[in-house]
């Protein structure tokens, strides 16, 4: 024990970091370096490279930009393809299945092998894929690369492993669907159409084989042009030439007329007796012109004929065909069922729809029952069997995009009575209406794993709504929304000329969260710079919002010089009140010097009714100062423990005491600092500055080399994707300039609630290349070092900067959520605005001297600097009401390079230290006056070790360069560990995984980096993503057991996983999509209808198309590319031995029941057979002796 202590005195006189803040023991990019730190001091460290592996798990929410769309009627599996290549495979709820082709080329077509376990998708690069379903991730077993001709239609009949192949040039081919090779056999355009045609017919734009022969093959060509081919003969048996273009036809289930849909909204039905004309023609949506024709309407993309056994009408549904008159319609999906007309609207327009029938076989009654409906941003199935046509509820959380997403959390592990409760109270807010019967795509088989804990995904959205979401074992279910908007007023046109301003802008955009799910306070950041504090209460409530307003502004050509007197830092006082603001500014004169203290929206100041579920408590809004806005909030943190929020952004940092709604601290951030500013920055007088002709301060040379040797000042600008970079600017004229250089003018013409910012741009739509982290060397009047990397190039010419996007030049300063971080450090004012980057309150040591932890605020800054900052919080309750929380900055500063990131705390057995909080406790509540609930607080004791160590422990810090770990209170640095040079992290956060904690990165490169804590040993650094955007910076986010996710589209959340375990059991988590289902008995024919009907039962495919026959297709035309899903099938079998005896099981005992099935069958024909024969010797006997006349 004496040598325990004899190591911790002797740590806290070797600091690894020098005055200057660059780490003594630093070492080159990847390797950690530690201090010297002794064999006693040691953590055993269990986490090792085996325990990581990158995965990707489950893709929730929309396909993004869809393009196709699939059915299997049998296994009632669907199938959506998009633009960029990916297919979305739907079952039952949990059976969701995501692939992605390789190319990235957009999905033209999808045919399913009915009840085979097998799709064909054909993409936009002239290749067809057949797909594996028989395992739980799908993959390719084969591809066919075309190379001459353009595929334009794919058709599959049942139970037929040939597939039709129509293509640009107007020829059909035919596919092997087992061999996956081309066929000899090819129906050349101009053997389709008559020799005496001088034009080409167009591509091929449908494909079907006959229901009343499947040896005929019916061709429709884009002209118009329909040919019925004679697959055994290899002559057109008819062909019809029509002057309007087909773009979809559909047979009737007797196979003796069709009907196409046209480009000027017509539907013409055609019957096999007489080809020469349509013996109908229908212009549904058209009206009478005078002349008796009908008027032209748009094209129907797409229509369906389908009988019914209980009417005798016929339903007729197509897309599209509404009269040019009517502009601004939404689209429509027309019903026609008899004489009965339903148009139903759309939300959006509409990519594809399919009719979902009881049959697989298209000579029989199709007895239709529902309508899927895929439009661009949404996917509704409609109920068919009742007259209202209601939609069914859709099980899939495809509404994540409903609005925006902004902004994402993520919960593992939370309390296991949190969900059902956010859902209980959620469900009481559900739309009505719904269809009652079954959802119909009820395809594959899913089971809830063993190894399943709580998990909970948070999304924010541009409309000011907050989503949370049940996540548990892959999964994703709607629990509760919340609309934070309803705290405010809403702009009336006579407030101030804003609601003009406001119409087209999103003002109550979500920019950051955070959740006590302990507590379950919540807490809203708003782009309009503002934070609404929730509480949870299972009861409604009429209360009043209490609204605290922070001049929170750092005026840089105000600040008194140094000359004149000290640079103190300001106190507020314990009324809450904000500090006095500074004198007026020569931009007083502007006619903006009206906006003062005014916030960007108005809180509702008369009593609200609150229903059960989260209820707004307070709202903390930053004002308008001299006619400029309040900067955006860059970091938030709250403790339910301390009833202390804490809010920074690029001006300074404010703490509110919100049980006692008072303001305790209001400072910008280089008062933070007081004396003990690293950087020695010295605040300028305004009148120096307006005698500068150059705009920067000059230096001597000596001074700038002096103070290099120094240090090298860290990044001066915020990386984690919500970033906020200083942008006030001096201005030679003599004037003062308004922050943000180009922004100025547009400045002049805000109102008072007009935020900062232009529309809101969601996460899901920011496409700009990350920024780049830049040093700044020497003094401030050094000019940044910026550095090109990602194809992003950065310049600055004297006081402009100037920013070359290389990758996306649509993003702009005014249409993100912040400005960019290329205007960073090239003049003084922006050194010395210095960003609050993170926050954690915790119980540390804000002092060297102390004895023992207290609470306090752990403060990160853009220029890498860490502050904390000590509280006194009274810990009787009633104490606690009424006495006020002391908070005094002491001027303790550590080091790091870069912006930081994060913080996290562990005791000397490397266990996380969670930050205290207190037990949720329902306050609206009824309960006994006398005696009312009090606060119960958690505070985690310390382990074994920590309590041989006393109260020290390590704290770990993040920033985009570096990670540190210091000893506390010795502020000693521990391990230093240098995570990139030529990038910068996004993200980091510390999770526990396999038992043990980690520090886990997410890099703008598209690394993702695990290091072991304490020692930061790098475990795990895999390139997941070789390009990334602002939408997956501002959404990616780490979570415990080995998790994490991001909006990998607008519309779509994609979850990883990092853990080797769970990639593991992952193949058990995922569901089924494929299960054995005997296939249904073909109708039968009848005798009559047999014997009448031609010989299509004699149809031999195999004879026809074959190579015996047929010869080999060219190879030239066509190449095969055998895939890997063999393998991969091979490899998840494998890994699921258990799944594989189950099928196993099943097969034998189908084959059984089969088996015996036949047997059954065969008694009753011999049965029937002797019965016959008995009956017939009978009548034999009887007749044998009369005469023909006596018949």
Request: proline share 7%; with cysteine; net charge neutral.
């Amino acid at each position: 024990m004496k040598k325990f202590r004899k190591v911790l005195d002797g740590l806290t006189t070797s600091s690894p970091v020098n005055p200057g803040g660059s780490p003594a023991c630093g070492s080159a990019a990847g390797t950690p370096s530690a201090a010297p730190t002794p064999r006693e001091l040691e953590i055993q460290e269990t986490l090792m490279s085996e325990h990581f592996q990158i995965c990707k798990t489950v893709r929730h929410g929309f396909p993004y930009q869809p393009t196709a769309l699939a059915f299997d009627p049998v296994q009632k599996i669907l199938a959506i393809g998009t633009r960029s290549g990916g297919v979305r495979l739907l079952g039952r709820p949990g059976v969701d299945c995501h692939c992605q082709h390789e190319s990235g080329a957009a999905v033209l077509q999808l045919q399913f092998l009915i009840n085979e376990g097998a799709l064909v998708t054909a993409c936009a690069d002239d290749t067809l894929h057949l797909w594996n379903l028989r395992q739980r991730r799908p993959a390719i077993l084969h591809s066919l690369k075309f190379n001459r001709e353009r595929i334009t239609f794919c058709h599959l009949p049942f139970q037929s492993k040939w597939l039709y192949v129509g293509t640009e040039r107007g020829n059909t081919h035919i596919v092997n669907i087992e061999s996956f090779v081309l066929s000899g056999y090819v129906i050349m355009w101009n053997k389709a159409i008559e020799l005496s045609t001088k034009t080409h017919p167009g591509p091929v734009v449908h494909l079907s084989d006959s229901p009343k022969d499947e040896g005929k093959l019916l061709i429709g060509f884009e002209s118009g042009t329909i040919v019925m081919w004679d697959l055994r003969v290899k002559r057109a048996d008819f062909r019809i030439y029509y002057d309007e273009a087909i773009h979809s036809v559909s047979w009737h289930h007797e196979g003796r007329q069709f009907m196409c849909s046209h480009s000027d909204g017509s539907l013409s039905m055609w019957n096999l007796r007489n080809t020469a004309k349509p013996f109908q023609v229908t212009f549904p949506h058209g009206k009478s012109q005078r002349d008796g024709r009908k008027e032209s309407c748009k094209p129907i993309l797409k229509v369906e004929y389908k009988t019914s056994r209980n009417s005798s009408e016929a339903f007729v549904i197509f897309s599209g065909g509404l009269s040019y008159d009517k502009a601004g319609r939404r689209p429509t999906l027309t019903i026609m069922h008899g004489k009965a007309i339903t148009v139903l609207e759309m939300d959006y327009p509409i990519v594809d729809f399919m009719v979902l029938c009881d049959t697989p076989y298209l000579n029989e009654v199709q007895e239709p029952y529902a309508v899927v409906v895929l439009l661009e941003k949404d996917f509704v199935v409609v109920d068919l069997t009742q007259s209202n046509f209601p939609i069914f509820e859709n099980p899939y959380p495809m509404d994540v995009h409903e609005s925006p997403v902004t902004c994402t959390a993520y919960f593992a592990d939370c309390p296991p009575d949190i969900i059902p409760v956010l859902y209980s109270i959620g469900a009481k807010h559900k739309k009505t209406g719904y269809s009652h019967k079954e959802w119909p795509v009820s395809g594959g088989t899913w089971t809830i794993g063993s190894q399943t804990y709580p998990e909970i995904i948070v999304t924010g959205h541009a409309d000011g709504s907050i989503k949370f979401w049940d996540a548990t074992a892959i999964t994703l279910q709607m629990l509760y929304k919340l609309k934070t908007s309803k705290v405010f007023e809403n702009p009336k046109s006579g407030d101030m000329g804003r609601s003009g301003e406001l119409v087209e802008e999103d003002p109550y955009a979500v920019q950051m969260i955070s959740w006590c799910p302990q507590s379950r306070i919540f807490c809203v950041v708003g782009i309009s710079a503002h934070v609404i504090l929730y509480r949870f209460s299972k009861y409604d409530t009429n209360t009043t919002i209490t609204s605290l307003e922070v001049r929170l502004q750092c005026e840089m050509e105000d600040v008194i010089s140094p000359s004149d007197t000290e640079n103190t830092p300001c106190y507020s006082d314990p009324s809450g009140l904000s500090p006095q603001p500074q004198p007026p500014s020569p931009r007083s004169n502007t006619p903006d010097s009206t906006r003062d203290s005014i916030p960007c929206l108005k809180v509702k100041d008369r009593m609200i009714r609150m229903p059960p579920g989260y209820q707004a408590e307070l709202v903390v809004q930053l004002l308008w100062i001299d006619g400029e806005p309040p900067q955006q909030i860059t970091s938030l943190d709250l403790n339910s423990a301390y009833g202390l929020l804490a809010v920074g952004n690029c001006n300074g940092l404010a703490v509110v005491d919100y049980l006692q709604k008072t303001i305790l601290l209001c400072m910008n951030t280089l008062e933070l600092y007081g004396s003990a500013d690293p950087f020695q920055r010295l605040t300028r007088s305004p009148r120096k500055n307006r005698q500068s002709t150059s705009g920067l301060t000059e230096l001597s040379d000596n001074q700038v080399s002096l103070d290099l040797e120094r240090s090298k000042s860290p990044t001066s600008d915020h990386v984690n994707g919500h970033c906020t970079s200083p942008t006030s600017q001096p201005c030679p004229s003599g004037r003062a300039r308004v922050p943000g250089g180009p922004e100025g003018p547009r400045l002049a013409r805000r109102g008072p609630g007009r935020p900062p910012f232009r529309k809101a741009q969601s996460a899901a739509c920011m496409e700009v290349s990350l920024p780049v982290s830049s040093l700044t060397e020497g003094h401030s009047s050094r000019r940044a070092m910026l550095q090109q990397l990602h194809g992003v190039s950065m310049y600055s010419h004297d006081e402009h900067h100037i920013t070359t996007y290389s990758w996306s030049e649509r993003e702009s300063r005014e249409n993100s959520f912040s400005r960019s971080r290329s205007s960073s450090v090239s003049s003084i004012d922006r050194e010395t605005k210095e960003a609050v980057t993170t926050l954690q309150f915790m119980e540390s040591y804000g002092r060297k001297s102390d004895p023992l932890p207290t609470p306090c605020l752990w403060v990160g800054t853009s220029l890498g600097l860490v502050l904390i900052i000590p509280m006194s919080i009274p810990m009787d309750e009633q104490e606690r009401q009424e006495d006020p929380v002391t908070v005094v900055p002491t001027g303790t500063v550590l080091m790091l390079k870069g912006s930081i990131l994060r913080f996290s705390f562990l005791d000397f057995g490397g266990a996380l230290i969670h930050s205290p909080y207190e037990v949720w406790r329902d306050q609206q509540a009824p309960g006994d006056p006398d005696r009312p609930r009090k606060r119960k607080l958690v505070n985690f004791s310390p382990s074994s070790s920590q309590e041989a160590s006393g109260d020290c422990h390590l704290a770990v810090v993040c920033s985009e360069k570096q990670a540190k770990v210091f000893l506390m209170p010795t502020q000693a640095c521990l391990y230093v560990h240098n995570i990139t040079e030529s990038s910068f992290l996004l993200r980091a956060d510390v999770v526990s995984v396999c038992n043990s904690v980690c520090l886990a990165c997410f890099c703008a490169n598209g690394h993702i980096m695990t290091l072991s804590l304490p020692s930061l040993r790098p475990l795990l650094d895999i390139n997941y993503l070789p390009l990334t955007d602002m939408r997956i910076a501002r959404t990616f986010c780490f979570t415990n057991g080995g998790q994490a996710l991001y909006l990998c589209s607008p519309t779509e959340i994609q979850r990883i996983t990092y853990s080797q375990e769970m990639c593991d059991n992952l193949q058990e988590m995922l569901g089924e999509l494929f299960t054995p289902i005997e296939t249904p008995e073909a109708p039968n024919r009848g005798f009559l209808k047999g014997f009448f009907g031609g010989n299509a039962q004699t149809f031999d495919r195999e004879e026809l198309f074959g190579e015996a026959s047929a010869g080999k297709g060219s190879r030239s035309l066509a190449q095969h590319i055998p895939g890997q899903g063999g393998m991969e099938g091979m490899k998840a079998a494998a890994g699921g031995v258990v799944g594989d005896l189950a099928r196993a099981r099943i097969a034998l005992d189908e084959r059984g029941q089969r088996l015996g099935e036949l047997e059954e069958r065969t008694a009753l024909m011999m049965s029937s057979a002797e019965t016959f024969s008995k009956h017939a010797h009978e009548l034999m006997l009887k007749c044998k002796d009369k005469k023909w006349y006596q018949f």
